[in-house]
C-alpha cells in the first residue's frame, strides 16, 4: 500500500478524469488536464535536476498553476517546500538557506525578488500572474511545452517526506517532516477523524467518491498554509472541486458560493469568518449551497459562533484543532451559546489525544496540562534536534507530539483549549489565556477584533493588555468597554492598559501576529481609559 500523496490523487484522476478539479475566479481545470499538467511540468523539473527526496519550494499566491506545481513535485518524490509571500528579503534567505532547495516555483511578479536572494538558485520556474515582471528562469508556459504529458513516474512510497514550514508567529519558521502515510492519515482523509479508524486502503476516498457527484469546497486560505493544502488535497483525492480565490474578500466570498453552488467552506478562525458572515447579514446573497462550515487553525470566538447560528441555522459549523506538529486533535460542533455569555472553546479530543501533566502521564478531570497527541505523528522538526526532543516524547512505551498548547480535561471527556503556555500571561501569579479575553472583547458592540498581551510590569511581572480594533465609525468608550469585560470574565483578566489600532495585525493565515503586537505596544502610547474614541470609517 503506497498511501503517498501523488498516488492518491492519480487514483482520483482515473476515476474522476471529467470532473472539475479546480476553479479559480472564473478559470476551471478538469482531473485530467490538471493531471497532464502535473506530468509535463514534474518531467521538466526531472530533467533539470530534482531528484527524490529533493526540496522545492513554492512561492506563489493561489491559482491553478500553484495546485498543478504541487501535485507535480510529489510525483518526483519530491517535497514541496510552502514559501510565504509576505516575507520579506531577510525571511526568504533564512528559509531558502534552512530548506536547502534544490529547484524553485515562483508567481512572475517575484521574479525581482527572487534574483536578489537566490542569485544561484539552479531551476527556477515563473508562474503567470498577470506580471510583466522579467524573469530570469523559465516560464511556466515553457516548462509545460517541454515536459512529457505521460505519467511513467515509477513507483512511491508512504515513507516519502511531506514537510510544511509553519508560520514563525514568535519566531523563525521551521520546517515540520511527516511520512506521508502519516500525514494522510492525521489530515488527508486516512483515517476516521472521530473513531480513529484507518481507511481500509489508498483506493477508498476515490471509491466514496464515485457514489456521489462531487462536493464543491471552498478553500479560503492561501494554497501555502496547511490548512488550505490539506483541505485542496483532501478534496483531490474524493473527486470533488477545490474553489480557490485571488484574495480574501468577504463579498466575494459569497458571490464565488452562489454561482459556484459552493457546499463547503474551509476557512481559519474568526479573522475569515466575521467579515464573512457580517457581509452575509447586510443582505443580497443566497448561500443555500452551504451545508457546512468548517475552521481549524483558530477557534471561532462566542460571538462569532452565534452569528452563524443566527443567521446560518440550518448549516454544521465546526472547530477543528490541531497544529502542523500533530495533524487533527479535536472536534468542536457548534451549538447555541447563551445570550452574552463566553462559552470556554472547548472540544471533544481526537481518539489518540490526551492532556498531559508535568509529571508526563494523563491528568484528571479539571487539571491544566499540556495537549499531547499519539498515534500517526511527525518525524521532527528538519535540521533541528534540540526542538524535535521538545516536541516529541515517549510516556510508558507510547510516544507523543506536544506541540505547546495547554488545555484542561473537563468532568464530560471534552477538552478546553487554554493557548500556547508562551502567549499565557502571568499577571500576579494568576494565569491569564489571551482567548478567553479576547472572546469577551469581541462581545462588546463596538469592538471588531482583539489580540490580548502581556506586557511588563513591576508590581504584577506582568499585566494584561489588549490591542482593539473598533468597528468603522463607532465611538469606543474605553471605561464602558472595562465594565462591559467585568460581567463577562473576572477582575484580574481584564486589560490594564489598551492600544487603539486601525487594524490587528495576522499572519497570512489569520492567527495572531504576537511579534506585531509587543512591538506596537512597545512604540505607542496606550490609550486613556477616560477618553471616548471615535473611530472614523
Not at 393 to 416: F, H, K, S
Request: proline fraction near 6%; include cysteine; charge should be negative.
Amino acid at each position: 500500500m503506497a498511501a503517498n500523496i501523488a498516488d492518491l490523487f492519480e487514483h482520483a484522476v482515473d476515476a474522476f478524469g471529467d470532473r472539475t478539479a479546480v476553479c479559480f475566479g472564473e478559470q476551471t481545470i478538469g482531473y485530467a488536464e490538471l493531471e497532464e499538467r502535473a506530468n509535463r511540468l514534474a518531467h521538466f523539473l526531472q530533467d533539470h535536476g530534482v531528484r527524490p527526496g529533493d526540496h522545492v519550494g513554492l512561492y506563489a499566491g493561489n491559482s491553478i498553476e500553484a495546485v498543478v506545481a504541487m501535485i507535480a513535485v510529489y510525483k518526483l518524490r519530491a517535497a514541496v517546500v510552502n514559501i510565504n509571500y509576505r516575507y520579506v528579503e531577510n525571511e526568504l534567505q533564512f528559509l531558502f538557506a534552512d530548506a536547502e532547495l534544490a529547484a524553485l516555483i515562483h508567481d512572475r511578479r517575484f521574479g525581482p525578488r527572487v534574483a536578489a536572494v537566490a542569485p544561484d538558485l539552479r531551476t527556477a520556474v515563473a508562474l503567470p500572474d498577470g506580471s510583466s515582471e522579467v524573469i530570469g528562469g523559465y516560464s511556466y508556459a515553457d516548462a509545460l511545452a517541454a515536459g512529457d504529458p505521460v505519467r511513467d513516474f515509477g513507483e512511491r512510497s508512504p515513507d516519502d517526506i511531506y514537510l510544511l514550514y509553519t508560520g514563525g508567529t514568535t519566531g523563525y519558521p521551521k520546517g515540520v517532516l511527516w511520512r506521508h502515510e502519516d500525514v494522510w492519515r492525521t489530515l488527508g482523509g486516512g483515517v476516521d477523524f472521530m473513531t480513529g479508524v484507518p481507511l481500509e486502503d489508498e483506493w477508498q476516498q476515490s471509491r466514496r467518491g464515485l457514489g456521489t457527484d462531487g462536493m464543491v469546497r471552498l478553500c479560503l486560505a492561501p494554497l501555502i498554509h496547511g490548512n488550505a493544502q490539506w483541505a485542496a488535497l483532501m478534496a483531490l483525492f474524493a473527486g470533488d472541486t477545490v474553489v480557490m480565490l485571488p484574495h480574501f474578500d468577504p463579498d466575494e466570498v459569497w458571490r464565488t458560493i452562489d454561482r459556484r453552488r459552493v457546499n463547503v467552506v474551509v476557512l481559519i478562525g474568526d479573522a475569515m469568518a466575521r467579515p464573512i458572515i457580517e457581509a452575509y447579514a447586510k443582505g443580497g446573497y443566497d448561500g443555500s449551497s452551504v451545508g457546512a462550515v468548517s475552521s481549524s487553525g483558530a477557534l471561532f470566538s462566542p460571538v462569532v459562533k452565534r452569528q452563524y447560528l443566527e443567521l446560518l441555522p440550518n448549516i454544521l459549523v465546526t472547530d477543528a484543532i490541531g497544529a502542523s506538529e500533530t495533524g487533527f486533535t479535536g472536534l468542536g460542533v457548534v451549538a447555541d451559546v447563551p445570550g452574552g455569555a463566553v462559552e470556554d472553546p472547548r472540544v471533544m479530543p481526537g481518539p489518540t489525544t490526551v492532556v498531559l501533566g508535568d509529571d508526563g502521564h494523563p491528568v484528571a478531570p479539571g487539571v491544566v496540562g499540556r495537549l499531547a497527541k499519539s498515534g500517526y505523528l511527525p518525524l521532527g522538526y528538519y535540521k533541528d534536534p534540540v526542538k524535535t526532543a521538545e516536541l516529541l516524547t515517549e510516556v510508558d512505551g507510547v510516544r507523543y507530539a506536544l506541540p505547546g498548547d495547554l488545555a484542561r480535561l473537563e468532568e464530560d471527556g471534552t477538552i478546553t483549549l487554554l493557548g500556547r503556555g508562551s502567549t499565557c500571561v502571568n499577571t500576579g501569579g494568576e494565569k491569564v489565556f489571551p482567548e478567553e479575553v479576547e472572546g469577551a472583547l469581541k462581545t462588546h458592540p463596538d469592538v471588531f477584533d482583539a489580540l490580548v498581551i502581556g506586557v511588563p510590569d513591576e508590581r504584577l511581572g506582568q499585566r494584561v493588555a489588549a490591542l482593539i480594533q473598533p468597528r468603522p465609525g463607532a465611538s469606543l468608550d474605553l471605561v464602558a468597554v472595562e465594565e462591559h469585560l467585568r460581567e463577562q470574565i473576572a477582575g484580574y483578566k481584564v486589560p490594564r492598559a489598551i492600544w487603539l489600532v486601525d487594524e490587528i495585525s495576522r499572519t497570512i493565515s489569520g492567527k495572531a501576529d504576537y511579534r506585531w503586537a509587543h512591538q506596537h505596544a512597545t512604540s505607542h502610547p496606550a490609550a486613556s481609559r477616560s477618553q471616548e474614541v471615535n473611530h472614523a470609517d
